[in-house]
């Protein structure tokens, strides 16, 4: 007589299977849940953002003070020499934004009648085409000062906001660099248990420092190329628009266009249409070469997603959390497809529609981050 089944209890925790709902309401399940997690970020981006910002940065100067302890270094000594580091990189880039600002104030209003013949011909080509516009001294004369004061107020808001969110990113370099010293006991205790979790963290790690430096080295290359083409040319301001030129090389896609017309509508006042063609036509051959022909070379697949992929995560994450969205369109994604894709078998075909060209037949970048390990050691 043979023994009955042996019986098994039932696991109470509902797998995530196939069967547990349908493809069309999980993709809407889901899709409900990221829009409340967006909603919810951007009620808290104030201090997110800048927050998410230290992250990144310290993770792009950790291999610094992990070569520095490698040396023999003590740790509390490269910690507190990367934190320092930092600090100087922040307030150097600070004080050029101040010494910019400072220039232009100073020396736009020497162009006010350069503007006005400006504004008279631009006024007179439209009439030609039948569109008739008001005279600038009219509608000047109709602006009371009362009327400014909304503005100051957005202004000084616009200020108060700068001064918290550079409160906030200094306080979390401070802190992060501190507790940085336990990444690696973290991410192998998670690596027990969500080991797929753990290698999408230690390749948004590995990319975003790539990102960040290589960015940064190429974006002061290209904006000292700037320089020298405006003093070259005689316009005013280079140093401002090598100050713009090298923060707006962060911001994918239209970055090149915010740094290009303010130093070309400036080169038109200042010496005419031939200046402000050959602003124009250095600036596109310089970003061309820097950014399109060698950039590429040692960038590899720092960044790994496609042209559409970063445009509209710049859209995104603007919307999402304001300008800094803008900065951070990139970091974001990355560290968003870390977790919600990389991490997941499932979901790991997602990847293909996000990566280049490049890492199509592995769009978690898993492969190229071994070969580039197995290289450097």
């Known amino acids: 007589m043979s023994s009955p089944p042996a019986q098994t209890t039932p696991d109470p925790t509902p797998s995530l299977g196939p069967g547990l709902l349908p493809t069309g309401a999980a993709f809407l399940a889901v899709a409900a849940v990221l829009v409340l997690a967006f909603d919810g970020l951007r009620q808290v981006s104030a201090f997110a953002a800048p927050i998410f910002l230290a992250l990144t940065l310290v993770l792009t100067v950790d291999p610094l003070r ?8 003590p740790r509390w000594v490269a910690t507190v020499g990367m934190l320092l580091l930092m600090y100087a990189v922040l307030l ?5 934004i101040g010494i910019a600002l400072t220039q232009l104030v100073t020396v736009l209003p020497q162009y006010q009648d350069e503007f006005g013949d400006l504004y008279g011909q631009a006024v007179d080509l439209l009439a030609r085409f039948g569109i008739e516009l008001g005279n600038l001294q009219d509608v000047l004369r109709g602006v009371e000062p009362v009327s400014a004061l909304p503005f100051l107020g957005q202004v000084l808001g616009g200020v108060g906001s700068v001064s918290t969110a550079i ?3 200094a306080l979390g370099v401070a802190f992060l660099t501190l507790d940085l010293g336990d990444a690696g006991r973290r991410l192998a205790f998670i690596g027990q248990r969500r080991p797929e979790l753990a290698e999408a963290l230690r390749g948004f790690a590995d990319r975003i420092g790539r990102y960040w430096a290589v960015s940064t080295v190429f974006g002061l290359a290209q904006a000292a190329l700037d320089v020298v083409l405006l003093y070259v040319l005689g316009v005013p301001l280079p140093f401002v628009w090598g100050v713009l030129a090298f923060l707006t090389a962060y911001i994918p896609n239209i970055g090149f266009v915010i740094g290009l017309v303010p130093a070309a509508l400036l080169g038109l006042l ?3 249409v031939g200046t402000m063609i050959g602003v124009v036509v250095g600036y596109m051959l310089i970003s061309f070469v820097t950014q399109t022909l060698i950039m590429p070379k040692f960038a590899g697949d720092a960044v790994g997603l496609n042209v559409t992929t970063t445009f509209v995560s710049l859209i995104f994450w603007s919307a999402v959390i304001g300008p800094l969205g803008a900065l951070l369109a990139i970091p974001l994604t990355l560290f968003a497809k870390a977790v919600l894709i990389d991490s997941d078998p499932r979901a790991q075909w997602l990847g293909s529609f996000l990566a280049s060209s490049d890492l199509i037949e592995d769009p978690t970048g898993r492969q190229a ?3 580039a390990s197995a290289a450097r050691s």
């Open 66 to 73: 992990r070569w520095a302890v490698g040396r023999g270094v």
């Open 92 to 96: 150097a880039v600070i004080l050029g």
């Open 167 to 169: 409160l906030f990113l």
């Open 270 to 272: 200042s010496g005419g």
């Open 369 to 371: 981050r071994r070969e």
